[in-house]
C-alpha cells in the first residue's frame, strides 16, 4: 500500500482539466469488505464465501476433485420378465424374476421395491395430500388457489371411481418357491429376507403381479392408454409399469421416499430380459433390441430395416399399411422379444395404429458405431412426424455427443403415445404434439408451436438418456440435475437445429425469459427437494439450464466449460453423482472458482439486477500551470455558464459602466482568476524538480500518452452475483467489448467502482448489450442513460355493460331446430302464450289486445315511441 502511496502523491488528474489531487490512503479503503458480522444483513462478502459447510465432506466413495472415489460403489439389478397385454381389458399381467446383487460393502436384511403404480390407488399418499388446486394436475402440482374444480379434476376423479389402480400381487417368493414376507408402504415395498444379504452377495426374487392400466387421458402419470373411439382402437405407452429396485446408495442409504408426482425415480443398472405378448397385429417398441425379428415381422420390414441408412429416414411400417392395419382386429397373439443390457429401466409402447420409420447414426465408437434412431406414431400425427422425429433423434445424438459422451445404446425412439408433453426412458421416449384439422378447409394443419414444441420435446426427451438414463442421478431428491442440465444440453441442440429457434415463450434468448421468474415471490432455491418445488419448470428446468448458460458463456467461457462439463458427464457415465459431484468437478477441470456462482443461483433466490450509476471522466493533470490554467478557464465556463442576467443585459444593448469609463480599469480587469502567476510556475517547477528519476519517467510518460480515466460506478441492486460485460463507445465511433469477472464484488457485494485507462475519449458506457447475464432490467445498463422509443396504440374504449334485453333477443343456436324453439326465452309470460294461428289472424289479435304482447317487446316499443 505505501508503496503506491508514494507513487501517486504528487500526482494529479483532472475533471476536463481541473486540478484535483489524487491521494491513496488507507481511507480509500474503508468500506471494502463486511459492513457486519459473517451472516448478518451487513455482510456484503458473504456472496464470495466458500461452500465448503455446505458440502457433504469428501471420502473414499466420492473425492474432492468431484470424481468417483477409489471405494465407488454401486447396486445392480437384472430383470427376466414375461408379461401379456389383454387390450380389451386394458390389463397387464407379468411374471418376474429380479436378479440382485449387492455390491455395499453392507450387510442388508431387506431390500425396497417401488412401486410408481401405487400412486394411483383409492388412499394413496399423494392423492391425500394434494391440495384442492392440484386435483387435476396429471403430476400433483398445486399449492393454494380459488374454491373451484375444473372439467379435468372432475374427469379424473370419475376416472379412478370407475377402476381399481395398482399393483395387485400374486406371489413374492425366493427361487425355492418359499414365501418371502413383505410390507407395502404405500409406493414401496420391503421384502424381508430370510437371512442378510452379505456383501457381495446375489439374490434371485420371483415377483409375479398384475394391475389395470391407466387412462393417461383422464388421469396422468407418465404411461397409460390412449382410446380412439372412432375405429375403437388403442395406444399403450407403458411406462412405470412394473415393480423396481429402489436405489441403495452411499449418501442416502435406502432411496426410498414416496413418489408423489414429481419426485421422479432412482434405480439401479441391470440387465433386461422381456418377452411382450401382444395382440398379434400390434407393432411394439421396447427398451433394448429386439431378438425375434422374424416371429414378429414381415419379410419386406425385415428387408426396410436393414436398408435404413444415414441419409433420412425410411417407412417400415408405411401410413397405408398402419391405416390399413387399423380398420380390423386380428385374432391370435404375439410374443415380441427384447434385450437390454446395463439399463436403470425398462418401458415400451404397443399399438396396431403405429406408422414406423428409421434411420441410422453413425458415431466414432468402437464399441457402439452405428445406432438405429426409429419413431412410432399414429396417423394423428403426421405429416409432422413424418417429417421431423426420426431427424431431431439423430440430431439430438449429434449435439449431446460433443458435450457429454458417445451415445450409449443400440437404438434410440421416439414415440408418439400420447397427445402431448414429454417422458424419457433407456433408448424410447414417449412424445407428444400432433397437428390438427382446419374447420374451414380440411386440411391438416400444424401451427409454429407444434412444430417447434415437437422437435424440442424430441430433443429433450432423447437427451434425457444421456441425463440421467446415463449418468444417473438422483431424480427424486434433486430434479434439476437430470431436467437442468439436460434442458441445458436442449437448448444448445436449438440453436444447432436452427437460428433463431424459439426455445422458451417464442423467445430465442431464455436468459431474457429468465429473469421474470427470478424476479416472483413464490420461488424457491434450486437445491429444493423435488417434490417441495414451486413452480416447477422454471425452477427445475429452466433456471439451472440459463445458470449454465451464463456460466458458459459468460462466467467461464466455451472452452473452459465444454472441457469440465464433459469431465463431469466421463466422470459420472453409468454412476449415480450428487450435487456436489458436478460442482467440484466443473472447478476441479476449469480453475474457476465457482463456489458463488452456485451459492446464489441454487442456494439463493436472489436474481440479476446490475446497474451503471455513473461515470466520471478524468485525465491526468500535467501541473503546468500555462497549461492547467487555460483548461480550468474552460470549465469554469462549461460548469458555471454566463447568467441569464448579464446576457440579456447585453441583449438589450445595456453598456456596462468599466466599458464606458476606462479609467475604472486596472490590473483585475485585464488578469482574471485563471491568469498564470510567477508563484504558480516556480510551484510547478520545484513539483518537477523534486521528482525522483522513476517518478519523472512516469510522470513524462503519462503526459505523452494523454489517456483517458474513466471510474465506472457499478450498483447489484438484485442482490445475485454476476460479471459485467461491458461495451465501451468511443467519440470516433468505434466500440470495445470489455468483460468484467465477478470476482469484482468479492470485497464488497452491492457497489463498486472500476477504473479503465483509455488511451481514447469515450462517449458512454453500455452493460450487457448481448443479454448474456439473464439481467432483470436493462433500463439502467447504460451510462449516459438511453431513451427507450417504442410504440403507443391508439384505443377507443367499447365497453359496454351487460344488457339484459339484448341477451334475450338473441338467436338460440343448436344442431336441432325444434329443440332451439323449445327451449328459446319467451317473448311473453308463459301463461299468456298464445296457440299457434295464422299469421294474419294473429297479427289482429296483437292489435287489439296489448296485454298478449311480451313484457320485453312492450318495454322496447314503449321507448321507441312507436306501434
Known amino acids: 500500500m505505501s508503496g503506491i502511496k508514494n507513487a501517486l502523491k504528487f500526482a494529479s488528474v483532472t475533471t476536463l482539466g481541473a486540478i484535483t489531487a489524487l491521494v491513496l490512503t488507507t481511507e480509500a479503503f474503508a468500506d471494502e469488505g463486511a459492513k457486519g458480522p459473517a451472516g448478518s444483513p451487513g455482510d456484503t462478502v458473504s456472496k464470495f464465501r466458500q461452500l465448503d459447510h455446505v458440502l457433504p465432506t469428501p471420502n473414499i466413495y466420492r473425492n474432492a476433485s468431484g470424481a468417483p472415489g477409489p471405494a465407488y460403489w454401486q447396486q445392480r439389478a437384472s430383470h427376466v420378465m414375461d408379461i401379456r397385454l389383454d387390450e380389451e381389458e386394458r390389463r397387464i399381467y407379468a411374471e418376474s424374476d429380479i436378479e440382485y446383487t449387492n455390491n455395499s460393502p453392507d450387510n442388508l436384511t431387506y431390500i425396497w421395491l417401488a412401486l410408481d403404480q401405487n400412486r394411483f390407488k383409492d388412499g394413496s399418499l399423494e392423492e391425500r395430500s394434494a391440495t384442492a388446486s392440484a386435483a387435476g394436475s396429471s403430476r400433483g402440482d398445486g399449492a393454494g388457489g380459488a374454491d373451484r374444480i375444473s372439467f379435468s379434476a372432475l374427469r379424473k376423479q370419475q376416472a379412478k371411481e370407475d377402476r381399481t389402480y395398482g399393483f395387485e400381487f400374486k406371489a413374492i417368493m425366493d427361487m425355492d418357491g418359499d414365501a418371502l414376507p413383505y410390507t407395502i408402504n404405500d409406493s414401496m415395498m420391503r421384502i424381508d429376507l430370510p437371512e442378510p444379504l452379505a456383501s457381495g452377495e446375489t439374490i434371485t426374487i420371483q415377483v409375479d403381479w398384475e394391475h389395470n392400466i391407466l387412462d393417461e387421458v383422464s388421469i396422468g402419470g407418465r404411461g397409460g392408454y390412449e382410446y380412439f373411439e372412432e375405429e375403437d382402437n388403442y395406444i399403450f405407452g407403458m411406462a412405470q409399469w412394473f415393480p423396481r429396485l429402489a436405489a441403495y446408495t452411499d449418501y442416502t442409504g435406502w432411496q426410498n421416499k414416496q413418489f408423489l408426482g414429481r419426485g421422479e425415480f432412482t434405480l439401479e443398472f441391470g440387465d433386461y430380459e422381456v418377452n411382450l405378448t401382444v395382440p398379434s397385429d400390434h407393432i411394439v417398441a421396447a427398451t ?289 453423482p450428487t450435487p456436489a459431484d458436478f460442482f467440484r468437478t466443473m472447478e476441479d477441470a476449469s480453475a474457476v472458482d465457482l463456489d458463488w456462482f452456485w451459492r446464489g443461483w441454487y442456494y439463493g433466490t436472489d436474481h440479476v439486477d446490475m446497474a451503471m450509476t455513473d461515470v466520471r471522466e478524468y485525465q491526468i493533470s500535467t501541473g503546468d500551470p500555462d497549461i492547467e490554467k487555460d483548461i480550468q478557464r474552460d470549465e469554469d465556463l462549461v460548469k458555471y455558464p454566463e447568467n441569464i442576467t448579464q446576457r440579456r443585459n447585453r ?217
Open 288 to 576: 433394448g433390441e429386439l431378438q425375434n425379428p422374424r416371429d414378429v415381422l414381415t419379410a419386406k420390414q425385415r428387408q426396410r430395416l436393414a436398408d435404413a441408412g444415414t441419409d433420412e429416414p425410411i417407412y417400415i411400417v408405411t401410413p397405408e399399411e398402419a391405416e390399413e392395419n387399423e380398420k380390423t382386429k386380428a385374432d391370435g397373439e404375439k410374443t415380441w422379444k427384447f434385450k437390454a443390457e446395463n439399463v436403470r429401466d425398462f418401458a415400451w409402447s404397443s399399438s396396431r395404429k403405429y406408422i414406423w420409420d428409421a434411420m441410422t447414426f453413425e458415431q466414432d465408437d468402437e464399441a457402439n458405431p452405428t445406432v438405429l434412431a426409429m419413431s412410432f406414431f399414429p396417423k394423428e400425427a403426421d405429416p409432422i412426424w413424418s417429417k421431423y422425429s426420426t431427424q431431431a433423434v439423430v440430431h439430438t445424438m449429434d449435439v449431446y455427443n460433443k458435450f457429454a459422451f458417445n451415445y450409449p445404446y443400440p437404438t434410440a425412439q421416439s414415440v408418439n403415445s400420447w397427445e402431448r408433453g414429454g417422458m424419457e426412458y433407456p433408448m424410447i421416449t414417449f412424445n407428444g404434439y400432433r397437428p390438427s384439422e382446419d374447420e374451414k378447409s380440411g386440411e391438416v394443419v400444424y401451427s409454429r408451436n407444434i412444430k417447434y414444441g415437437l422437435i424440442g420435446v424430441i430433443i429433450h426427451e432423447i437427451g434425457h438418456i444421456y441425463f440421467p438414463m446415463t449418468v444417473n442421478s438422483d431424480e427424486r431428491r434433486y430434479t434439476w440435475m437430470d431436467e437442468g442440465l439436460n434442458t441445458f444440453l436442449e437448448y444448445m441442440a436449438e440453436y444447432e437445429w436452427e437460428e433463431n429457434f424459439p426455445i422458451r415463450r417464442n423467445m430465442q434468448n431464455p436468459l431474457d425469459e429468465i429473469s421474470r421468474y427470478m424476479q416472483s415471490s413464490n420461488q424457491v432455491p434450486i437445491m429444493t427437494q423435488s417434490d417441495s418445488v414451486l413452480q416447477f419448470g422454471p425452477n427445475a428446468y429452466s433456471k439451472p439450464a440459463a445458470s449454465l448458460i451464463v456460466l458458459r458463456e459468460t462466467v467461464m467461457g466455451r472452452e473452459l466449460f465444454d472441457f469440465a462439463f464433459r469431465e463431469y458427464a466421463t466422470r459420472w457415465k453409468f454412476k449415480r
Open 651 to 867: 441583449e438589450e444593448g445595456i453598456t456596462p459602466r468599466v466599458k464606458r469609463f476606462d479609467d475604472l480599469n486596472d490590473f483585475y480587469n485585464e488578469n482574471d482568476k485563471f491568469t498564470v502567476t510567477n508563484a504558480d510556475r516556480n510551484k510547478f517547477k520545484k513539483f518537477y524538480d523534486g521528482l525522483e528519476d522513476w517518478e519523472r519517467k512516469a510522470y513524462d510518460r503519462a503526459m505523452e500518452d494523454g489517456k483517458y480515466l474513466y471510474f465506472v460506478d457499478f450498483e447489484n441492486i438484485g442482490g445475485l452475483i454476476s460479471p459485467l460485460p461491458v461495451t465501451i463507445e468511443y467519440a470516433n465511433g468505434s466500440t470495445e467489448e470489455y468483460m468484467i469477472p465477478a470476482e469484482i464484488w468479492r470485497r464488497n457485494a452491492e457497489f463498486v467502482t472500476k477504473l479503465f485507462v483509455l488511451d481514447n475519449k469515450a462517449s458512454g458506457f453500455k452493460l450487457d448489450e448481448a443479454h448474456q447475464t439473464a439481467d432483470a432490467d436493462y433500463s439502467n445498463n447504460a451510462y449516459p442513460p438511453v431513451m427507450r422509443s417504442s410504440r403507443l396504440e391508439l384505443y377507443k374504449s367499447n365497453y359496454q355493460a351487460s344488457n339484459m334485453m339484448a341477451d334475450m333477443l338473441r338467436e338460440l343456436h343448436s344442431d336441432d331446430d325444434d329443440a332451439a324453439d323449445e327451449k328459446s326465452a319467451p317473448m311473453g309470460d308463459a301463461a299468456e302464450e298464445p296457440e299457434a294461428e295464422t299469421p294474419t289472424k294473429a297479427k289482429a289479435e296483437d292489435a287489439k289486445d296489448e296485454k298478449k304482447k311480451s313484457s320485453l317487446r312492450r318495454t322496447l316499443e314503449r321507448m321507441l315511441e312507436r306501434d
